[in-house]
Protein backbone atom coordinates (compact mmCIF):
# COMPACT_ATOMS: atom_id res chain seq x y z
CA UNK A 1 0.00 0.00 0.00
CA UNK A 2 1.55 3.76 -1.19
CA UNK A 3 -1.34 4.90 1.77
CA UNK A 4 -1.48 8.80 1.01
CA UNK A 5 0.20 10.40 -1.74
CA UNK A 6 0.19 13.81 -2.94
CA UNK A 7 1.24 15.83 -6.56
CA UNK A 8 3.18 17.83 -6.66
CA UNK A 9 6.19 17.87 -3.76
CA UNK A 10 7.16 20.90 -4.92
CA UNK A 11 5.59 23.77 -6.66
CA UNK A 12 6.98 28.05 -7.33
CA UNK A 13 3.49 29.70 -8.00
CA UNK A 14 3.30 33.49 -9.15
CA UNK A 15 0.54 35.93 -7.10
CA UNK A 16 -2.83 35.35 -9.41
CA UNK A 17 -2.03 31.48 -10.77
CA UNK A 18 -3.95 29.46 -10.22
CA UNK A 19 -3.29 25.71 -9.40
CA UNK A 20 -4.29 22.09 -7.88
CA UNK A 21 -2.99 19.78 -5.87
CA UNK A 22 -4.02 16.31 -5.98
CA UNK A 23 -4.21 13.75 -2.96
CA UNK A 24 -5.26 10.06 -3.24
CA UNK A 25 -5.12 7.54 -1.02
CA UNK A 26 -5.67 3.56 -1.38
CA UNK A 27 -6.96 2.34 2.07
CA UNK A 28 -10.66 3.03 1.40
CA UNK A 29 -10.76 5.80 3.87
CA UNK A 30 -14.18 8.15 3.85
CA UNK A 31 -12.49 10.96 5.48
CA UNK A 32 -10.03 13.20 4.01
CA UNK A 33 -8.74 15.95 4.70
CA UNK A 34 -6.59 19.75 3.42
CA UNK A 35 -4.20 21.43 5.70
CA UNK A 36 -1.81 23.71 5.91
CA UNK A 37 1.43 24.22 7.84
CA UNK A 38 3.06 27.28 9.15
CA UNK A 39 6.31 27.76 11.35
CA UNK A 40 4.25 29.27 14.64
CA UNK A 41 1.01 28.48 13.47
CA UNK A 42 0.47 24.34 13.68
CA UNK A 43 -1.39 22.88 11.26
CA UNK A 44 -4.92 24.48 10.17
CA UNK A 45 -7.62 22.23 8.53
CA UNK A 46 -8.27 23.98 5.34
CA UNK A 47 -11.04 21.47 3.66
CA UNK A 48 -12.41 18.08 4.68
CA UNK A 49 -14.59 15.79 2.97
CA UNK A 50 -16.74 12.88 5.10
CA UNK A 51 -17.73 10.84 1.83
CA UNK A 52 -17.37 10.76 -2.03
CA UNK A 53 -19.02 13.87 -3.68
CA UNK A 54 -19.34 15.87 -0.35
CA UNK A 55 -16.88 18.31 0.96
CA UNK A 56 -16.84 21.01 4.05
CA UNK A 57 -15.12 23.93 5.38
CA UNK A 58 -12.48 23.47 7.83
CA UNK A 59 -10.69 27.16 9.69
CA UNK A 60 -9.14 28.11 7.20
CA UNK A 61 -11.29 27.76 3.55
CA UNK A 62 -11.02 31.30 1.95
CA UNK A 63 -8.93 31.13 -0.96
CA UNK A 64 -9.09 27.71 -1.88
CA UNK A 65 -11.39 25.00 -3.65
CA UNK A 66 -11.76 21.06 -3.14
CA UNK A 67 -14.01 18.45 -5.19
CA UNK A 68 -13.79 14.30 -4.44
CA UNK A 69 -15.41 13.15 -7.58
CA UNK A 70 -13.99 10.01 -6.52
CA UNK A 71 -13.36 8.28 -3.19
CA UNK A 72 -9.69 7.92 -3.31
CA UNK A 73 -8.97 11.18 -4.57
CA UNK A 74 -9.23 14.68 -3.02
CA UNK A 75 -8.39 17.63 -5.02
CA UNK A 76 -7.58 21.21 -3.64
CA UNK A 77 -7.49 24.04 -6.13
CA UNK A 78 -5.76 27.25 -5.87
CA UNK A 79 -7.84 29.60 -8.23
CA UNK A 80 -5.80 33.34 -7.94
CA UNK A 81 -2.81 32.25 -5.37
CA UNK A 82 -1.30 35.08 -3.24
CA UNK A 83 1.47 35.20 -1.12
CA UNK A 84 -0.27 34.56 1.97
CA UNK A 85 -0.24 30.96 0.85
CA UNK A 86 2.61 30.47 0.41
CA UNK A 87 2.85 27.14 2.92
CA UNK A 88 3.18 23.10 3.24
CA UNK A 89 0.32 21.37 2.50
CA UNK A 90 -0.58 18.35 3.80
CA UNK A 91 -3.15 15.50 2.81
CA UNK A 92 -4.71 13.37 5.60
CA UNK A 93 -7.18 10.52 5.62
CA UNK A 94 -9.19 8.40 8.06
CA UNK A 95 -11.27 5.38 7.68
CA UNK A 96 -14.13 7.24 9.85
CA UNK A 97 -14.49 10.70 11.81
CA UNK A 98 -12.43 11.44 14.97
CA UNK A 99 -10.42 8.96 14.67
CA UNK A 100 -6.33 8.56 13.85
CA UNK A 101 -6.00 10.42 10.69
CA UNK A 102 -2.64 9.41 8.00
CA UNK A 103 -1.09 12.40 6.27
CA UNK A 104 0.55 12.33 2.74
CA UNK A 105 4.12 13.60 2.67
CA UNK A 106 3.62 17.15 2.02
CA UNK A 107 3.45 20.33 -0.92
CA UNK A 108 5.66 22.80 -0.52
CA UNK A 109 3.72 25.64 -2.44
CA UNK A 110 5.56 28.91 -2.80
CA UNK A 111 3.98 31.98 -3.91
CA UNK A 112 6.01 35.00 -5.42
CA UNK B 1 -12.68 28.31 21.69
CA UNK B 2 -10.41 25.33 21.96
CA UNK B 3 -6.79 25.33 22.46
CA UNK B 4 -3.97 22.94 22.44
CA UNK B 5 -0.67 24.28 24.10
CA UNK B 6 2.08 22.42 23.80
CA UNK B 7 5.21 22.88 26.02
CA UNK B 8 8.26 23.38 25.74
CA UNK B 9 8.95 24.53 22.32
CA UNK B 10 11.99 22.91 22.29
CA UNK B 11 14.05 20.04 23.94
CA UNK B 12 17.39 19.17 23.85
CA UNK B 13 18.36 15.68 25.36
CA UNK B 14 21.27 13.31 25.57
CA UNK B 15 20.90 10.03 24.93
CA UNK B 16 19.15 8.14 27.44
CA UNK B 17 18.47 11.15 29.15
CA UNK B 18 14.40 10.65 29.90
CA UNK B 19 11.93 13.65 29.78
CA UNK B 20 8.22 14.38 29.07
CA UNK B 21 6.54 16.62 26.45
CA UNK B 22 3.65 18.65 27.79
CA UNK B 23 -0.04 18.88 26.12
CA UNK B 24 -2.04 20.77 27.92
CA UNK B 25 -5.85 21.74 26.46
CA UNK B 26 -9.04 23.35 26.95
CA UNK B 27 -12.00 22.11 25.22
CA UNK B 28 -15.74 21.84 25.24
CA UNK B 29 -15.87 18.17 26.15
CA UNK B 30 -12.80 15.67 24.65
CA UNK B 31 -13.81 12.91 21.81
CA UNK B 32 -10.03 11.97 21.85
CA UNK B 33 -6.20 13.41 22.36
CA UNK B 34 -3.92 12.20 19.44
CA UNK B 35 0.13 12.35 19.34
CA UNK B 36 1.68 12.11 16.13
CA UNK B 37 5.37 12.91 15.06
CA UNK B 38 6.81 14.82 12.40
CA UNK B 39 10.10 14.43 10.65
CA UNK B 40 11.45 17.23 9.02
CA UNK B 41 10.23 17.54 5.87
CA UNK B 42 7.75 15.05 6.18
CA UNK B 43 3.93 14.35 6.51
CA UNK B 44 3.12 13.71 10.49
CA UNK B 45 3.02 9.92 11.81
CA UNK B 46 0.35 8.75 13.70
CA UNK B 47 1.44 7.40 16.99
CA UNK B 48 -1.35 7.24 20.11
CA UNK B 49 -5.17 8.09 20.76
CA UNK B 50 -6.27 8.29 23.71
CA UNK B 51 -10.01 8.45 24.96
CA UNK B 52 -10.23 9.06 28.70
CA UNK B 53 -8.61 10.36 32.00
CA UNK B 54 -6.30 8.25 33.21
CA UNK B 55 -5.28 6.06 29.68
CA UNK B 56 -2.18 5.13 28.91
CA UNK B 57 -0.64 4.04 25.65
CA UNK B 58 3.02 2.86 25.44
CA UNK B 59 4.72 2.22 22.34
CA UNK B 60 8.88 1.01 22.41
CA UNK B 61 10.47 4.26 24.26
CA UNK B 62 7.23 6.28 24.58
CA UNK B 63 3.96 6.32 26.28
CA UNK B 64 1.82 9.11 26.28
CA UNK B 65 -0.91 9.67 29.16
CA UNK B 66 -4.22 11.23 29.37
CA UNK B 67 -5.75 13.70 32.47
CA UNK B 68 -8.57 15.96 32.52
CA UNK B 69 -6.45 18.59 31.59
CA UNK B 70 -3.15 17.46 29.89
CA UNK B 71 -1.57 14.85 28.29
CA UNK B 72 2.19 13.55 28.49
CA UNK B 73 4.34 12.02 26.42
CA UNK B 74 7.21 10.38 28.20
CA UNK B 75 10.30 9.29 26.15
CA UNK B 76 12.19 7.06 28.38
CA UNK B 77 16.43 6.46 27.61
CA UNK B 78 15.74 7.96 23.51
CA UNK B 79 18.10 7.76 21.35
CA UNK B 80 18.98 10.25 18.42
CA UNK B 81 16.50 8.51 15.87
CA UNK B 82 13.61 9.55 18.54
CA UNK B 83 14.73 13.70 17.20
CA UNK B 84 11.61 14.49 15.65
CA UNK B 85 8.69 17.30 16.40
CA UNK B 86 5.86 15.79 18.47
CA UNK B 87 2.23 17.31 17.75
CA UNK B 88 -0.50 16.50 19.75
CA UNK B 89 -3.93 16.51 18.65
CA UNK B 90 -7.34 16.99 20.31
CA UNK B 91 -11.01 16.10 18.89
CA UNK B 92 -13.84 18.41 20.69
CA UNK B 93 -16.90 16.81 20.75
CA UNK B 94 -18.80 20.02 19.26
CA UNK B 95 -16.17 19.32 16.25
CA UNK B 96 -17.41 16.30 14.16
CA UNK B 97 -14.50 15.01 12.91
CA UNK B 98 -11.91 17.91 12.58
CA UNK B 99 -8.96 17.81 14.66
CA UNK B 100 -7.41 20.82 16.36
CA UNK B 101 -3.38 20.78 16.45
CA UNK B 102 -0.74 22.07 19.07
CA UNK B 103 2.27 24.05 17.34
CA UNK B 104 4.62 20.75 18.48
CA UNK B 105 7.43 20.08 20.63
CA UNK B 106 10.92 20.14 18.72
CA UNK B 107 13.09 17.17 20.04
CA UNK B 108 16.56 16.86 19.75
CA UNK B 109 18.41 14.03 21.22
CA UNK B 110 22.14 14.22 20.57
CA UNK B 111 24.31 11.13 20.87
Known amino acids: NAGVTQTPKFRVLKTGQSMTLLCAQDMNHEYMYWYRQDPGMGLRLIHYSVGEGTTAKGEVPDGYNVSRLKKQNFLLGLESAAPSQTSVYFC???FGGGIEQYFGPGTRLTVT | EDQVTQSPEALRLQEGESSSLNCSYTVSGLRGLFWYRQDPGKGPEFLFTLYSAGEEKEKERLKATLTKKESFLHITAPKPEDSATYLC????????????FGEGTQLTVNP
Open chain 1, 92 to 94: ASS
Open chain 2, 89 to 100: AVRPETSGSRLT
